[in-house]
């Protein structure tokens, strides 16, 4: 399990205290000086003394710095602190909807956003499924999912040549429980897996709650997933897994071809590794037919795939799916002691909706709106970033990938963002290094106001 990287200096800070070095009052060393000492961002530093202010060690004191607390006298009236992971708090702000008072132009919440959602569709089909269903949706429903869902969903996986039994499809509350369902089937702590770089948040989380570890392999605009990267990691380590997002990469939005994508089954088989496809992107192409899975061409049973429709239908639909190849007796399990049954209401309206022409009209709809906002909002970034600003060509889904000039002083450019009343996702929430800290992330996937475009090209002038 990998330590953080402000621990160079919050090991040492602690140990002081509670040995008695730093008395109580002291003012510790400034961010600015550890930041200078250790070779770290202002960021890391930041979250450090947050990590020993979460722990009551430390006080923080606007525009003063940081202290040793006080020692606490009065036991009885003592409202103890809650011990918070820092890095957590700090990524899961970034990368959720901050449902603020105050008004904020949010690009970093990787989900349909309101205008795009298909409200009115929804909204009558759950009507629709109360009133035929009733008082049977306050019951438990089946473990494993709502076997006439099942089919309905592998018969949609079988137009785009991705076969799947019942017998080992589950039913899911969304896409990272059926990653974590996937990942705790095969894998035990300590293990190695290898993860997509730069990789979302979520995933990263999972690997670290399940004590995993992990092997960042590039993923770039430039080559796609680095292949050879991933053979040379399987010679010298005993990899478990490979946790991959083949079509419409988040954050990149790039794609994997057929090739590449039968190229990585041969080194997973050679090597033993199961493959961990997340396909949530896969129904979001821009242009052309619905690209393949990596299942589509596994006979082995070397492929766990999943996919959610909370991102294509709405967040708050919290239902996905899990393909679970060789390994439904382990998955079952573990699903089981994480909720025995997903919600009714979704499993019958999801179902109801893929009954008939409905989804598929919506996705045609939503994937002829985020074409024309990816290229809206790469034009919009080329107009108002400065010269050198690297902007990725997603090709389906709806995130895009962004690195500054060099020059720019990260720190800085957050800092007035934050002032500005815009959200991206920083770089750095997409990988357990320092690769990404000058990239951020502009997910699209809703419509444009006047004032979101505003928030762009004012941020964009003040880097200029």
């Known amino acids: 399990m990998r330590s953080y990287k402000f621990e160079v200096f919050t090991v040492s800070i602690e140990k002081n205290i509670r040995k008695g070095i730093y008395q109580p009052g002291q003012r510790l060393p400034s961010v600015r000086d550890l930041k200078k000492m250790h070779h770290l961002s202002t960021t890391t530093v930041q979250h450090g003394y947050e990590r020993l202010v979460s722990q009551g060690l430390v006080t923080s004191v606007p525009k003063k710095g940081y202290y040793v607390s006080e020692p606490i006298t009065d036991l009885e009236n003592t409202v103890y602190p809650i011990v918070r992971d820092p890095i957590f708090v700090n990524n899961r702000f970034h990368t959720t909807s901050a449902n603020l008072k105050r008004s904020v132009s949010e690009f970093n919440v990787a989900a349909p956003g309101d205008l795009l959602i298909p409200q009115k569709l929804l909204l009558r089909t759950m009507q629709q499924v109360i009133r035929d269903k009733s008082a049977g949706l306050l019951r438990y429903y089946d473990s494993n999912g709502l076997q006439d869902l099942k089919h309905k969903i592998i018969s949609h ?167 679970t190849a060789h390994f439904m007796h382990r998955a079952e399990q573990i699903k089981f002691a994480l909720g025995s049954t997903v919600s009714p209401i979704y499993q019958e309206t999801v179902h109801r909706l893929l009954s008939n022409a409905s989804y598929q009209r919506h996705i045609r709809s939503f994937r002829a709106q985020l074409a024309k906002n990816a290229q809206f909002t790469i034009d919009l970034l080329n107009e108002c970033f400065p010269r050198g600003t690297q902007i990725s060509d997603p090709k389906g889904g709806y995130n895009l990938w962004v690195k500054l000039p060099k020059h720019i002083d990260v720190d800085l450019f957050y800092r007035k963002c934050e002032e500005t009343g815009i959200r991206f996702t920083p770089g750095d929430t997409f990988s357990f290094s320092n690769a990404f800290e000058n990239h951020f992330r502009v997910v699209f996937s809703d419509k444009y106001s006047s004032k979101k475009i505003e928030a762009i090209k004012s941020i964009g002038k003040y880097i200029h």
Request: proline fraction near 5%.
């Open 157 to 323: 996986a079988a137009i785009y040549r991705t076969i799947i039994s019942p017998d080992e499809l589950l039913i899911t509350d969304g896409a990272l429980q059926a990653l974590y369902i996937a990942l705790s089937s095969v894998c035990e702590t300590n293990d190695v897996i290898a993860i997509e770089s730069p990789c979302v948040f979520s995933v990263l989380e999972v690997a670290r709650v399940l004590k995993l570890k992990v092997i960042e392999i590039p993923f770039t605009t430039k080559i796609g997933f680095d292949l050879d990267f991933l053979r040379k990691a399987c010679l010298k380590n005993n990899v478990k897994a490979l946790v991959i997002t083949p079509n419409f990469h988040n954050p990149t939005g790039a794609m994997m071809t057929d090739e590449e994508k039968q190229s990585l089954l041969s080194i997973a088989q050679k090597h033993g590794l199961i493959v961990i496809e997340n396909d949530i992107y896969g129904d979001l192409p821009f242009n052309g037919e619905r690209p393949s899975t990596i299942r589509s061409f596994d006979e082995s049973g070397s492929v766990m795939t999943y996919s959610s429709y909370a991102k294509t239908l709405a967040p708050g639909v919290r239902l996905g799916w899990l393909s």
